[in-house]
C-alpha cells in the first residue's frame, strides 16, 4: 500500500502564500517524478508544476510565482506558492509516481486534494 496525504491550503488574500506539501508513505521502493495539478470545478484538471531528479516545470500561469522542490528523504514533494491570485482557486492534488518494493512497474498516485482559496 502506498499512501499520499497533502497538507498546507487554506484561505489566504491576494498577494499572499501558501505553502502545500505531500507526504508519501507505505511499501515504497523509489520515487520517479513528483508534481502538482490543481481543478477548479467543471474544469479538467491541469498540471501545475513538477520535477523529476532536479529538473522541474511550471505552467506558464504560475512560473516566477511558484516553486516546486522535494526532499526525498522524506519522500515529500512542496508547492510554494507566492504571489497568489483570485484565478488560483482549486483544489491542489499531488501527484507521484511509484515503484513499490517487489514490483518492477512503475505506477501513478494521485493525493486526496486540497483547496486553496485566494479571496479578500
Known amino acids: 500500500q502506498v499512501q499520499l496525504v497533502e497538507s498546507g491550503g487554506g484561505l489566504v488574500q491576494p498577494g499572499g502564500s501558501l505553502r502545500l506539501s505531500c507526504v508519501a508513505s507505505?511499501?515504497?521502493?523509489?520515487?520517479?517524478?513528483m508534481a502538482w495539478y490543481r481543478q477548479i470545478p467543471g474544469k479538467e484538471r491541469e498540471l501545475v508544476a513538477g520535477?523529476?531528479?532536479?529538473?522541474?516545470n511550471y505552467a506558464d500561469s504560475v512560473k516566477g510565482r511558484f516553486t516546486i522542490s522535494r526532499d526525498n528523504a522524506k519522500n515529500t514533494v512542496y508547492l510554494q506558492m507566492s504571489s497568489l491570485k483570485p484565478e488560483d482557486t482549486a483544489v491542489y492534488y499531488c501527484?507521484?509516481?511509484?515503484?513499490?518494493?517487489?514490483?518492477?512497474?512503475?505506477?501513478?498516485?494521485w493525493g486526496q486534494g486540497t483547496q486553496v482559496t485566494v479571496s479578500s
Open positions: 507505505g511499501s515504497i521502493y523509489n520515487i520517479n517524478s
Open positions: 520535477i523529476s531528479g532536479t529538473s522541474a
Open positions: 501527484h507521484v509516481r511509484i515503484r513499490r518494493i517487489f514490483s518492477s512497474r512503475y505506477v501513478d498516485y
